[in-house]
């Protein structure tokens, strides 16, 4: 679409809107089903009163030997077509209650009217759609679909309240607007429009919309006399002006489309936006995240530049804006700060905008340091080691803090070209299911279906022929630094008490996984837990902790998968089959064990120092955080 074709780009109210709006021929007839319209009518009567509602853009192309005002409708004609009939269907109400004088003849009456090319006496159809029976409208399948579309309003208005239908009325009154896009025929004729926009080649988005309203021909630069000053200005975009604004305007979009840098402006799916620019838009509109005004913010530029000509300086005004969230992307420090905050919907990118924009980067670092600490602040008396997964407002923080501790074990490593992958974090194809907390080391063991109840056969039967290597080993070495002879005599009646229940376990697993039809493995995957301990260890049953100790981040698919596996298992499952998956990092390092501490000589357990080396590694991370290694406190309500 060549932009000086743009004739008009401006908002007018429904009970403004006059002209006959033609539906050419090429166009498939009014199709609109009974809910569809019941749906038109709920949304307007739902809108606040006062506050403007916004129809999808009527695309128009104005009849060249139809008069002045004869339009090709192009675009939009369902709605204005149901809308005709709702003003036909208030006006018999108003007929009703003459008497009354409740429903005012001038509030209820249209401007405009609706022909159908492939059917020219189909206007006269509408004006009179109150008094066709059904077996009239029969007779074409346009009028069908009007007629029981009129019908369809009738009976909304017939069972509501006499004070709905004068709301109604007073919101096509005052309320209900349409985006009037008006395209000049120089070059095109309607059907090429009509092509283009049911192929996708003019998306009339909210930032199609507003980059019409600065590339408008009626925006074009003109020369003008003040006659009190008597001196001559321009008002208006020059050629040059606008050429840079369309430049500008493909590099945002071009950026913004990179998944690095829309996920961390966004939690959105990319498919949401398809101009990403709206991103930007709506933040610079400052759009309420829970408005659901689908042209909310081209009705505030359209409204702010509604003065007369637009010039420059204010595309200028919304280009810094975008310089400044880009500045802040490519700055290591808040880009991880700012990701962190929008991942957990603590901020928004509005509200971080609104904060940061008049600050200096030191200022704006200290508010979002702020926010960080008060994001994992907790109730008095809670503490690392009192969080628990059981409670839904622990289990929570649990994930905020696992995923500040990702985030920012990236931000601290010396290799300042390394970032967290938001856009992996977030990526719903690889991460489907959100993120969840799994227990390092199994809690307990729970009933699987029936498909999962081989492989997990399969898998741990491997995983004990690792265990009992690991005794082995294991029992040499302590058999080594055994003191004496009654040492080494308990050490090898631990030893062969613990091969024995191995190879009792492992006969049972093997019958069950070469059985024809597999039946209850319960009591088989609880001995497995009782069985596959650390040798010699006191105080193994500390593993059986819901606290953040014992906890690390996964996908809920990914934790469905590793449901009742011990430690090893999983350790197999994360670091060799998940390959193509994203693990956070810190999680990797979990089943690693490649942090300061851990029992790295050990990798079937997670152990007791493993735990604590963990927390302390947590803690560490936060420290900037944290009040002398615990949790911040929220202040009192009081």
């Known amino acids: ?69 004869v339009y090709d409708l192009i675009d939009g004609q369902q709605r204005l077509t149901t809308l005709l009939l709702i003003y036909k269907a208030l006006q018999q ?10 429903l005012k003849k001038e509030l209820v009456t249209e401007h405009y009217s609706i022909c159908y090319d492939t059917r020219k006496e189909s206007e006269n159809f509408i004006k009179d759609v109150a008094t066709k029976s059904g077996e009239e409208a029969s007779k074409f399948p346009d009028y069908l679909y009007m007629w029981h579309a ?36 120089r070059d095109e004729n309607a059907w090429t429009v009509f092509a283009n926009l049911n192929s996708g080649k003019i998306p009339l988005t909210n930032s199609e919309l507003v980059k019409a309203l600065f590339l408008s021909s009626s925006n074009n630069v003109e020369q003008i006399e003040d006659e009190e000053t008597e001196k001559r200005y321009y008002v208006g975009l020059t050629p040059y002006e606008k050429s840079i604004i369309v430049e500008q305007w493909d590099g945002i979009e071009r950026e913004l489309a990179a998944p690095s840098f829309w996920k961390f402006m966004s939690n959105e799916d990319m498919e949401k936006y398809p101009t990403k620019i709206d991103l930007l838009l709506d933040i610079v509109a400052n759009k309420p995240d829970n408005d659901r005004n689908e042209y909310y913010t081209f009705a505030y530029f359209e409204k702010k530049y509604s003065h007369g000509k637009i010039s420059h300086t204010e595309w200028q005004n919304i280009y810094d804006q975008y310089l ?35 600050k200096s980067d030191s200022d704006f670092e200290m508010v979002l340091d702020g926010w960080i600490k008060e994001s994992i602040s907790v109730k008095n008396g809670v503490t690392f080691e009192s969080l628990d997964y059981n409670e839904s407002e622990d289990y929570e923080m649990i994930k905020r803090l696992l995923t500040l501790t990702n985030v920012l074990s990236t931000l601290q490593l010396k290799d300042n070209t390394l970032r967290y992958p938001f856009h992996l974090h977030k990526d719903s194809e690889r991460n489907r299911g959100g993120w969840s907390l799994e227990h390092i080391h199994a809690q307990k063991s729970e009933q699987i279906k029936k498909e999962g109840k081989r492989k ?20 040499l070495k302590r058999k080594d630094l055994a003191q004496d002879d009654n ?21 049972r697993m093997e019958a069950a996984s070469n059985a024809k039809e597999l039946g209850n493995i319960q009591p088989i995957m609880v001995d497995f837990s009782k069985i596959v301990v650390p040798p010699f260890d006191e105080h193994s049953e500390q593993i059986y902790r819901d606290g953040l100790a014992n906890m690390a ?25 998940m390959s193509d998956r994203y693990i956070p990092p810190f999680t990797q390092r979990v089943f690693s064990k490649s942090f300061a501490g851990s029992d790295i000589e050990q990798l079937y357990f997670w152990s007791d120092n493993d735990r604590n080396s963990y927390l302390k590694q947590i803690k560490e991370i936060l420290k900037e955080y944290l009040e002398d290694k615990k949790l911040p406190t929220k202040a009192s309500s009081k």
């Open 553 to 577: 981040l996964l996908t809920k698919d990914d934790n469905a998968v590793l449901n009742n596996s011990s430690f090893d298992v999983k350790r197999y499952i994360i670091l060799d089959e």
């Open 324 to 358: 400044k969230i880009r500045d802040w992307y490519e700055d290591n420090s808040l880009f991880h700060k700012i990701g962190y905050l929008i991942d957990i919907r603590y901020k928004s990118l509005s509200d971080i905008y609104t904060e940061g924009k008049d």
């Open 487 to 507: 040492a080494k005599n308990s050490i090898e009646k631990r030893f062969r008490s613990i091969l024995d229940s191995v190879a009792e376990l492992r006969r």
């Open 456 to 475: 997990w056969l399969e898998l741990h039967l491997k995983s004990l022929d690792r265990f009992e290597s690991f005794c082995k080993n294991e029992y």
């Open 1 to 69: 679409m060549a932009n000086d074709n743009i004739h008009k780009l401006k908002i007018v109210p429904i009970h403004k809107l006059d002209g006959t709006f033609h539906i050419p021929d090429y166009q498939r007839g009014y199709r609109w089903q009974r809910r569809q319209v019941e749906q038109l009518i709920e949304d307007i009567m739902h809108n606040p009163d006062g506050q403007s509602y916004y129809l999808q853009p009527i695309t128009v192309i104005k009849r060249a030997n139809g008069g002045n005002k």
């Open 93 to 102: 109400k108003a007929e009703e209650w003459a008497t009354l004088n409740f």
């Open 150 to 185: 009129y019908q369809k309003i009738r009976i909304w208005l017939d069972t509501h309240e006499a004070e709905d239908c004068k709301s109604l009325a007073n919101k096509l009154a005052k309320d209900v607007k349409v985006i009037w896009y008006e395209i000049g025929t």
